[in-house]
């Protein structure tokens, strides 16, 4: 016998009880996003690697997965929907309407080791507005994760949207004497936060930043819960840090947040900076309130990326969020429905023998099934039938087994006097009904298609 081949780690099979949350989340992030006037988009999963190793940042590129094409040509499957985006947009610049208001739901792949949260493969919702310097497109972008997250069940009890600006963490870091030169190395440092130990982070801040603001200070000042907080923190670690011209754009938009009648799921956290290299002023991720699993999302605003993919300067942001933490997160809380199929129609056949042509054969279905299936289909209904004569105890069987709403039982008087019987399984009721009326005007019998 020949070994059995497994799927590749960090990917999933989605067998159909797996796929219907999957297909559930798909359809609320769908919803959301064009209930906010968004336009859906998709691009290709192979993108050229110099895409990603330009300035999506260093993490990203260690986990590219990267093949070289008959050509020569080096090419990765896409990491993340920013970049192509961009590309996309660059290619036909002059001729989109602004804003731009696109998102996306494709599958991404990154090489990292696969653990809770994480895996190689995975489903992204991206939302993006380009074309929108203010805060009011930082706005709706948080809104519409707010939005997703609502549809899905979750609370403000369960999920905040932590809130930064690179803008001001620059202005910081400049202020207590790290080179500009060097911010991305500070960066890389604060994004590692939710993922190793303080004692960590403050040894590496010591070993890249000798001699500059002790870490364990610059950490509590940044947790600070709001603009006013935040100045008055900065001023007792460093006397020059009193007066920060970017804490009016953050303090501009939880105006805006607030308006929009969301600031009870957001939050002020300097803390948060992001890794990939674009950003240039707003960035926010969403965590569960208990910080018990990974960012569930993450995004904010890269005002500079448009031209570096060879397009001209256009302001930008957008949001990625991923269903592996996020079904982590329904699950723990206990937020996925029961999600099989139902309320379809069953047809059970115990019509006494073949009628000729294409159910001749006894052990077939007989024509006039046939015919009401094919009928009830085209007119949308999730309509099924056992595929060869059986009791119609089995049948019955599966169609409990199936869910169905209605059963529709043809028989000998089907073919005599042109009628079937109707079962309504939720009520138990059961009727006689004229075959062509069912065939010609299903929802007078069985309600409104859900197919």
């Given at each position: 016998?020949?070994?059995?081949?497994?799927?590749?780690?960090?990917?999933?099979?989605?067998?159909?009880?797996?796929?219907?949350?999957?297909?559930?989340?798909?359809?609320?992030?769908?919803?959301?996003?064009?209930?906010?006037?968004?336009?859906?988009?998709?691009?290709?999963?192979?993108?050229?690697?110099?895409?990603?190793?330009?300035?999506?940042?260093?993490?990203?590129?260690?986990?590219?997965?990267?093949?070289?094409?008959?050509?020569?040509?080096?090419?990765?499957?896409?990491?993340?929907?920013?970049?192509?985006?961009?590309?996309?947009?660059?290619?036909?610049?002059?001729?989109?309407?602004?804003?731009?208001?696109?998102?996306?739901?494709?599958?991404?792949?990154?090489?990292?080791?696969?653990?809770?949260?994480?895996?190689?493969?995975?489903?992204?919702?991206?939302?993006?507005?380009?074309?929108?310097?203010?805060?009011?497109?930082?706005?709706?972008?948080?809104?519409?994760?707010?939005?997703?997250?609502?549809?899905?069940?979750?609370?403000?009890?369960?999920?905040?949207?932590?809130?930064?600006?690179?803008?001001?963490?620059?202005?910081?870091?400049?202020?207590?004497?790290?080179?500009?030169?060097?911010?991305?190395?500070?960066?890389?440092?604060?994004?590692?936060?939710?993922?190793?130990?303080?004692?960590?982070?403050?040894?590496?801040?010591?070993?890249?930043?000798?001699?500059?603001?002790?870490?364990?200070?610059?950490?509590?000042?940044?947790?600070?819960?709001?603009?006013?907080?935040?100045?008055?923190?900065?001023?007792?670690?460093?006397?020059?840090?009193?007066?920060?011209?970017?804490?009016?754009?953050?303090?501009?938009?939880?105006g805006a947040l607030t308006s929009l009648n969301i600031i009870e799921y957001c939050k002020l956290d300097l803390q948060v900076v992001r890794g990939l290299a674009y950003y240039t002023g707003v960035v926010?991720?969403?965590?569960?309130?208990?910080?018990?699993?990974?960012?569930?999302?993450?995004?904010?605003?890269?005002?500079?990326?448009?031209?570096?993919?060879?397009?001209?300067?256009?302001?930008?942001?957008?949001?990625?969020?991923?269903?592996?933490?996020?079904?982590?997160?329904?699950?723990?809380?206990?937020?996925?429905?029961?999600?099989?199929?139902?309320?379809?129609?069953?047809?059970?056949?115990?019509?006494?023998?073949?009628?000729?042509?294409?159910?001749?054969?006894?052990?077939?279905?007989?024509?006039?099934?046939?015919?009401?299936?094919?009928?009830?289909?085209?007119?949308?209904?999730?309509?099924?039938?056992?595929?060869?004569?059986?009791?119609?105890?089995?049948?019955?069987?599966?169609?409990?087994?199936?869910?169905?709403?209605?059963?529709?039982?043809?028989?000998?008087?089907?073919?005599?006097?042109?009628?079937?019987?109707?079962?309504?399984?939720?009520?138990?009721?059961?009727?006689?009904?004229?075959?062509?009326?069912?065939?010609?005007?299903?929802?007078?019998?069985?309600?409104?298609?859900?197919?």
């Open positions: 016998m020949a070994q059995s081949i497994p799927a590749v780690k960090g990917t999933r099979d989605f067998y159909p009880e797996d796929h219907a949350p999957l297909q559930w989340i798909l359809d609320a992030w769908r919803r959301v996003s064009l209930r906010h006037g968004f336009d859906e988009f998709d691009g290709p999963t192979l993108e050229h690697t110099e895409l990603y190793t330009r300035k999506s940042g260093d993490e990203i590129v260690e986990q590219l997965f990267t093949l070289t094409d008959r050509g020569g040509r080096s090419l990765a499957m896409r990491p993340e929907m920013t970049p192509t985006l961009a590309r996309m947009v660059a290619a036909r610049q002059g001729s989109l309407p602004r804003p731009i208001k696109w998102f996306c739901m494709p599958r991404m792949y990154r090489g990292e080791r696969p653990q809770r949260g994480r895996l190689r493969e995975f489903h992204q919702w991206n939302v993006d507005i380009l074309g929108v310097s203010g805060v009011l497109a930082d706005a709706e972008c948080i809104l519409v994760a707010v939005e997703g997250l609502r549809e899905l069940g979750l609370t403000a009890d369960d999920f905040a949207i932590h809130i930064s600006d690179r803008r001001l963490v620059a202005e910081i870091l400049t202020a207590i004497g790290v080179e500009l030169e060097r911010h991305a190395i500070a960066y890389g440092i604060l994004d590692k936060a939710s993922k190793m130990p303080i004692e960590e982070l403050s040894r590496r801040w010591g070993e890249a930043f000798p001699g500059i603001l002790a870490f364990d200070k610059l950490w509590a000042a940044l947790s600070a819960a709001d603009v006013g907080e935040l100045s008055g923190r900065l001023r007792e670690v460093a006397p020059q840090l009193g007066g920060l011209t970017g804490a009016a754009g953050l303090t501009a938009l939880m926010f991720e969403a965590y569960d309130r208990r910080r018990a699993l990974r960012a569930i999302c993450g995004g904010g605003r890269y005002d500079d990326l448009l031209a570096m993919v060879g397009g001209k300067p256009l302001t930008g942001v957008g949001f990625g969020m991923g269903d592996v933490v996020l079904f982590e997160l329904l699950s723990d809380l206990k937020r996925v429905p029961a999600l099989a199929a139902s309320g379809g129609v069953f047809v059970v056949d115990i019509v006494g023998g073949g009628t000729g042509g294409a159910a001749a054969d006894e052990s077939l279905p007989s024509n006039e099934l046939l015919r009401i299936v094919a009928a009830l289909r085209r007119a949308g209904y999730r309509t099924e039938f056992s595929y060869q004569r059986q009791a119609v105890g089995k049948q019955m069987a599966k169609a409990s087994e199936k869910k169905a709403g209605h059963v529709v039982f043809v028989s000998d008087k089907s073919r005599e006097q042109g009628s079937v019987e109707l079962k309504d399984m939720a009520a138990g009721t059961q009727r006689d009904v004229a075959m062509a009326d069912l065939i010609a005007r299903p929802a007078e019998f069985l309600g409104a298609p859900k197919c």
